[in-house]
């Protein structure tokens, strides 16, 4: 099994097989628009627009499941993103981490990379790093800056 065996939900709710990801470096991170995190999405996008055109994709997946701090709509966050962030990479439809109605996504990633809390995602902004082969390879806590890991995004990139 692997990450390319899952499909998720856009914005308008339409399945998207992440499939179409293979041999593309992943970061998927759980997100919030009102967040002390939230500014991070800044060097999400940064990052995207370096290293998009090398075979690097972000997968935004807000999450309220924090202090509810991942309020509106689907696509009220999707536009809050674009406009108060700028940004281009894909905001996905708005899930759980933890507990019985986890996202099965989420579920996979925490048993494949374990962080503080187990397998429990401990706030928005936890990242999951995935190789071009939809290997798991690293996790970060919400408290990393994604510049921290750049070298590590860069160095899969070019393996």
Known sequence: MSIYDFSVKDTKGNDVSLEQYKGKVLLIVNTATACGFTPQYKELQDLYLKYKDKGFEILDFPCNQFGKQAPGSNEEIASFC????????????????????????????????????????????????????????????????????????????NK
């Open 82 to 157: 674009e406009i108060k962030y700028k940004t281009t990479f894909r905001t996905f439809a708005k899930i759980d981490v933890n507990g019985k109605n986890a996202d099965p996504l989420y579920v996979y990633l925490k048993q494949q990379e374990k962080g503080f809390l187990g397998e429990a995602i401990k706030w928005n902004f936890t990242k999951f790093l995935i190789d071009k082969e939809g290997n798991v390879v690293d996790r970060y806590a919400p408290i990393t800056r994604p510049s921290k890991f750049e070298d590590q995004i860069a160095e899969l990139l």
